[in-house]
């Protein structure tokens, strides 16, 4: 009965609306909120995400020595991603991505081929996705999903 009522009154994707504040001007690609990341080897990162996610640069910016790079902005599907040079200023970070494609197991296995390590391989979830995690050159995870079944991830 409880589970009823929270499906009930949970909106579906037609009825949320952004709060205007985030009723701005973005570039194409771009979202309310983006990834960006400062790495020891940005180069080594670009490479990895142009052979196995078939990321294209958009743009590039570099430090008058023309190899420090500044900011690189990344499309990955819809999706847009930016890497910049760590400094002591901006220490270098990990962190986890969750991209949907539409064959888990061949960007899992390109992603092996391209020198990521295997964190699961891919699997049915019991929450809808099949998915598959690794982790790229840079010490990032990545969970490669396809979604099975239409809809949120709601309650159970």
């Known amino acids: 009965m409880i589970k009823e009522v929270i499906l009930q009154i949970r909106p579906t994707p037609k009825q949320i609306t952004m709060d205007p504040i985030f009723q701005t001007y973005r570039p194409e690609g771009f979202h309310s909120v983006n990834g960006y990341l400062f790495l020891e080897n940005p180069e080594e990162l670009i490479s990895f995400l142009s052979a196995v996610f078939l990321a294209e640069e958009m743009s590039r910016t570099v430090g008058d020595d023309g190899k420090l790079i500044r900011n690189c902005v990344l499309r990955i599907g819809d999706s847009s991603i930016m890497l910049a040079q760590a400094s002591e200023s901006f220490a270098g970070m990990r962190t986890c991505f969750y991209m949907y494609v539409s064959d888990v197991d061949q960007v899992y296995q390109r992603a092996l081929e391209h020198?990521?390590?295997?964190?699961?391989p891919p699997a049915d979830m019991?929450?809808?996705?099949?998915?598959?995690?690794?982790m790229d050159p840079a010490g990032n995870y990545w969970w490669i999903s396809k979604r099975l079944e239409e809809g949120g991830y709601g309650a159970s």
Do not use: H, L, N, Y
Not at 126 to 134: A, N, S
């Open 126 to 134: 019991e929450f809808g996705d099949r998915q598959g995690g690794i």
């Open 115 to 120: 020198g990521a390590q295997s964190v699961f």
